[in-house]
């Protein structure tokens, strides 16, 4: 008969035993799923904000500094007044001033078309309707080189060129990309909301305004940061329609550091932060809906 003394001992040794095993499986666990994947995000990471790093770095060197070779990471005094000098050598708050009158427009415009044609192609039946829409997504081949000169010409003929209804007017009637962003995300409310608002009696458009909207608003987040995005970093449409220096926007003042000669390296990269920050800002604000409306948007 087994002596109950020394069975207690070994079920003690083999509980001792089991027990570093599974912290020890836990703890690579850990590792393996957590640990690891944020460490190399974190280095993706870093690599990513290199390039603005250098960026800001730049904007505090002087010329010597700048064209060193070997390539010179921190300056020995930090140059701060290459910030004040390139505000002064340009109107920037003018300039600034321009871009945010066409940011906002060109998302006002953009909010207020594209909802309403995704709307209708996602919720609403009607003759043609997957051949309007197979036309609709289409355009978005055709390169914008290709219609920059005949727009130009037809903006020049209305009178528009030089002010700011080449680069706002279009978003009044929607772009292709974010109409499909819209009808996907449209798509995956259940159609059990509208069948609902019908019974009680709610038009359409009621429907598409107390209802369908309120639940997109992670969509809406993202495509009014994108609209943003385009009209504040766009320089080929500015150029091309702008021809007043008062009315530029600050995509192309800045080159106005770039002489025939020689470049004002210094104040075009202080300048050049100050254009990138606010975009920066913005997202760390909006990150989450735009995250949020770009993983939904491809449920159903």
Known sequence: MENPIFSVKNDKQAVGKYVPQKKRRGLNRVIKESITPHLLLAIVGLLFLLPFAWLVLTSLKTLDEIFAIPPVWLPETFLWSNYSDAIKAIPFFRYIWNTVVVCLFSV??????????????????????????????????????????????????????????????????????????????????PHEYSESAKIDGASEFRIYWQIILPLSKPVL???????????????????????????????????????????????????????????????????RQFIQGITLTGFK
């Not at 081949?141 to 219609?147: A, D, S």
């Not at 192309?252 to 202080?270: N, P, T, Y």
Request: aromatic share 20%.
């Open 108 to 189: 006002a415009g953009q909010l207020i078309s594209a909802p309403l044609v995704a709307y209708a192609f996602a919720r609403m039946k009607f003759k043609g309707r997957d051949f309007i829409f197979f036309l609709m997504m289409a355009t978005m081949i055709l390169p914008y080189q290709v219609t920059m000169i005949p727009l130009y010409v037809m903006y020049n003929k209305l009178g528009m060129v030089d002010t700011y209804l080449p680069l706002t007017l279009p978003n009044f009637f929607g772009a292709a990309f974010y109409i499909f962003l819209l009808r996907q995300f449209f798509l995956g409310i």
């Open 221 to 287: 987040f993202t495509v009014a940061l994108l609209t943003f995005l385009g009209a504040w970093g766009d320089f080929l449409g500015p150029l091309i329609y702008l021809n007043d220096p008062k009315n530029w926007t600050l995509s192309v003042g800045l080159k106005a550091f770039i002489g025939e000669h020689s470049v004002d390296w210094g104040m075009l990269m202080a300048a050049s932060t100050m254009f990138t920050i606010p975009i920066i800002i913005l997202y760390f604000f909006v990150q």
